[in-house]
């Protein structure tokens, strides 16, 4: 992986890579995350792994091979690797052969999934990585919804988005969230949290229309934590509503082409249906919200 503080990322931290619908059992998908190419799968028990995708042996892309389900078998010489990156098999050695294939590791990085989502750790120690970012009173289900933007532009530039409060009267201005006659002056309290601060619970805004369809009296309280992670934890007398935003960057390369589509206005970076070049470092924003009953807290299993 590309040394986060180079690149301006911070490490020592989980990064959401993708969500766990996008992984299904005995598959592998390829993403590139803090500028490395990596190489994700779930085994057959549904295990989610993490290597780097290329085979210690000549340096072929390991997402080229085969995998069965319990080991990805390189596409050259056909050496197969576990989930935890040990080399299981080298075909070529013959029998007597005094070597152990064993010694030899795929390069893997920590992976977890959490909520339905997979993280991945970057930095050295996993032992001491923090705990990975969860919504409250939701349980360990997959959200209800997800949504997915890319960004044309550097992890930082996108982050901001997410924890501005000056542009919300501004952007945020539509017929079904604000208009501009309600605009008002307005006040939220701010408290330290785990790897950042939050704002503390409070009731909406009056023009904040959105949150009347959850109906009843909604409490809102929002965090925002390193490197990029913005939870929201809204709730009534009966209901809990839940929505976790987390950027991740791609990589800091040149322009690189992706195919975006949606129905948004034309221009905007985020869904037009045209495809084309985005400019200079890329990230990602993933969105995913939940909604249940209220009830006492479940386990969550990190």
Known sequence: ??????????????????????????????????????????????????????????????????????????????????????????????????????????????????????????????????????????????????????????MDHTVVGLMDPAHGPVVHRTWWWRSAKSIHEKSKHFVPSDLGFAMARHRPSSNSRAYRIIGGTPETEISFRLPGVRIEHIRTEKIVVGALTAVTPFDARPPRSITRSGGASPGCPCSSRSSGPLPGPSSARIATSWRCRRSASPTIRR
């Open 1 to 154: 992986m590309a040394d986060p503080v180079e690149q301006g990322w911070l490490r020592d931290l989980w990064y959401l890579a993708l969500p766990g619908s996008e992984l299904g059992r005995g598959r592998m998908v390829v993403r590139t995350v803090l500028g490395q190419r990596l190489l994700f799968g779930r085994t057959d028990d549904g295990q989610v792994f993490c290597f780097k995708d290329v085979c210690p042996h000549r340096g072929i892309p390991l997402s080229f091979g085969r995998f069965d389900g319990r080991e990805v078998e390189c596409c050259y010489h056909g050496w197969r690797f576990g989930a935890d990156g040990r080399c299981m098999a080298i075909p070529a050695l013959v029998e007597g052969q005094a070597f152990e294939p064993g010694r030899i590791k795929a390069k893997t990085f920590p992976a977890r999934e959490v909520q339905g989502n997979i993280w991945i750790f970057a930095g050295t120690d996993p032992s001491a990585a923090p705990p990975i970012p969860v919504v409250p009173d939701v349980g360990d289900r997959p959200a209800d919804l997800l949504e997915r933007m890319p960004f044309g532009c550097a």
